[in-house]
């Protein structure tokens, strides 16, 4: 398998890489000390086009394929997991869904302005006794005739409050199950739409993580996605490409980690010579970047699948799984080789140590990857 990079694709791996590296590296530890919310930088992100990396130009979007995107979430991830999630969920969750499924009016109205980071979007299934099973959706979405009634919770939601759009999963029909569940696009301000309280998280702290309460919110027939009952199919399709881009992401944070220790262990001295040359520290080096590469190559298989039009299901599933592993242990690691100071916020690694552990979580747990991956490889 060929993964040589056009010249296209170096230019935008580039391109994300100085972004990162003069817009988001300079205030990043203040941003996750105050949980501040990088809009300019999130504007600017818009600007470059890396915000509708694969919509097509006719509705404002890039038109790239997602090896590029995944190129571009690593670069960010490798500096700041905060914005990068922000452009996953308008990239990977909210812009592909709709332009995939969407009605050619919905997407005049809501993609034009997502994919150009006019608007943010954000992508609403875990609840507080659901999470990603998107089978037991207790927000109800009741079938009034030319409109929706919506009530019910939302937990968890990243660009919860920063968000215009919203693409909320509702159960319509309980009896129908899975075939009961609708996808709907929901406006920030409309009446009964409620946002919770911001929460205080560990990691990925930049990034607006709330709940989203809705109380009789009128939701009119021309908002729902796809045909009735389609909800469900709508968000396993949308989440297998999700997985793609929380795999960059955790590739992103580790490789940020494994370069940070490569570059303290050349210069940090301890017994006469350079930590490097230690053998203790030169083997944990040498596993980092054999993993890092691993995961590179299984997340970039699974982008290829996806633009090759192949099942990726299982390659998605696999890269995150294995990705998000090695970006938690790796980070540790980073950690560890930089001994005292791994533990001060100034050099970065305990940062990325603790975005590390979200990778596990969002998109479906380590345990949830494993349940996809044996359905695949058993059927």
Same mark, same amino acid.
């Given at each position: ?5 056009t ?9 994300? #890489? ?8 300079p205030?990043?530890?203040? #941003? +996750? ?6 809009k300019?930088?999130?504007? &600017? ?12 130009? $006719? =509705?404002g979007g ?14 960010i %991830? &490798? ?7 922000i452009?996953s969920?308008n990239n %990977?969750?909210?812009?592909w ?16 302005k ?7 979007g ?5 609840e507080?006794e ?15 005739? +030319? ?5 019910g ?5 990243? !660009?919860?409050? /920063?968000a215009?759009t ?13 075939r ?13 739409f409620?946002i919770?309280?911001?929460?205080? @998280? ?6 607006? /993580?709330?709940s989203? *309460?809705?109380?009789?919110? @009128? ?5 729902? *996605? ?8 709508? $968000? ?5 490409g999700?997985?793609?881009g ?22 940090? &001295?301890?017994?006469?010579?350079e ?12 596993d980092?970047?054999t993993?890092?590469?691993?995961a #590179?190559?299984?997340? =970039?298989? %699974?982008?290829l699948?996806?633009?090759n039009? !192949? ?7 696999m ?25 001060v @916020?100034d ?7 603790? +975005?590390?552990?979200?990778?596990q979580?969002?998109?479906?747990t380590?345990? *949830?990857? @494993?349940?996809?991956?044996? #359905?695949? *490889?058993?059927?």
């Open positions: 398998m060929d993964f040589s990079l010249e296209e694709q170096q230019l935008i791996q580039q391109a994300a #890489r100085d972004f990162a590296q003069t817009e988001l590296l205030e990043v530890v203040e #941003r +996750d000390d105050a949980q501040r919310f990088p300019e930088e999130v504007k &600017k992100l818009g600007e470059l086009g890396f915000l509708g990396m694969m919509v097509d130009p $006719a =509705y890039s038109g790239l394929d997602t090896l590029s995107y995944v190129l571009a979430m690593e670069e %991830s &490798k500096i700041d997991a905060s914005t990068s999630v452009m969920v %990977s969750l909210v812009c869904g709709l332009e995939k499924f969407g009605s050619e009016a919905q997407k005049e109205k809501y993609l034009t997502l994919s150009t980071g006019e608007q943010i954000a992508f609403c299934l875990s507080p659901a999470g990603s099973d998107a089978t037991s959706q207790t927000t109800t979405a009741i079938d009034m005739g +030319d409109h929706y009634i919506v009530n919770t939302k937990n968890w939601i990243t !660009n919860g409050g /920063t215009s919203y693409i909320v999963i509702a159960q319509t029909d309980k009896e129908k199950k899975h009961g569940i609708n996808a709907l696009i929901i406006e920030k301000g409309a009446p009964g409620e919770g309280p911001k929460e205080n @998280k560990l990691g990925i702290r930049g990034s607006d /993580t709330h989203l *309460i809705f109380n009789d919110v @009128k939701v009119p027939k021309e908002n729902r *996605i796809g045909e009735d009952g389609f909800g469900f199919k709508f $968000a396993m399709k949308t989440l297998a999700g997985r793609i929380i795999a960059a992401q955790a590739l992103g944070i580790a490789a940020g980690a494994y370069e940070l220790a490569l570059k303290y262990s050349k210069e940090r &001295k301890a017994f006469g010579t930590i490097s040359n230690h053998q203790a520290i030169a083997f944990k080096l040498a980092m970047h993993e890092i590469q691993a #590179r190559l299984l997340v =970039y298989q %699974s982008a699948d996806k633009d039009g !192949n099942d990726y299901d299982l390659s998605g599933a890269a995150k799984l294995y990705a998000s592993k090695v970006a938690m242990e790796t980070t540790v690691e980073a950690v560890q080789i930089h001994g005292g100071n791994g533990f @916020k050099y970065h690694v305990e940062r990325l140590m603790r +975005d590390a552990k979200i990778t979580i969002y998109e479906g380590s345990e *949830i990857q @494993k349940i996809v991956i044996s #359905r695949s *490889i058993l059927k």
